[in-house]
């Protein structure tokens, strides 16, 4: 994990630190707000490196309600179009959603279906293959 946020803070392209890291009562109010837990993982995702600017994804954020990244919105909309409300959406991507269980892996999901073959292990390995080196469905 440790490697993979140096290499995030490395590739950060948000040079002016226009998006913040949130606290944990912030975390604790977004639980609150789309009433589900967290998981470990994606809170030390959040914590760490979510306010992280890099490439053409987009990660979910959790410090800014204005930000069309904001973990609650997303969830709001991913959860209306299908995507099943025991996930959190990670990330859109072309009409579907990367999204975490509570078991800590993602998913691919388009409208109410989940795409099989596209499961990673952890929020952190998705970060690695995914985010970073590109390995997009």
């Known amino acids: 994990m440790n490697d993979i946020v140096d290499e995030l803070r490395s590739r950060n392209e948000d040079r002016f630190g226009s998006v913040e890291l949130p606290d944990m009562d912030g975390l604790v109010e977004i639980e609150e707000q789309i009433l589900i837990p967290l998981p470990v993982e994606f809170k030390e995702y959040l914590l760490s490196v ?62 109410d279906e989940q795409q099989e073959d596209l499961e990673w292990e952890s929020l952190w390995q998705w970060i690695e293959l995914v985010w970073l080196r590109g390995q997009l469905p």
């Open 50 to 111: 979510s306010d992280v600017v890099y490439g053409a994804l987009e990660p979910v954020t959790a410090s800014d309600p204005q930000l069309h990244t904001y973990l609650p919105e997303v969830a709001a909309v991913a959860w209306d179009g299908g995507l099943p409300r025991y996930l959190i959406p990670v990330c859109e991507y072309q009409g579907g959603y990367f999204a975490v269980t509570q078991e800590g892996e993602v998913q691919y999901w388009r409208g």
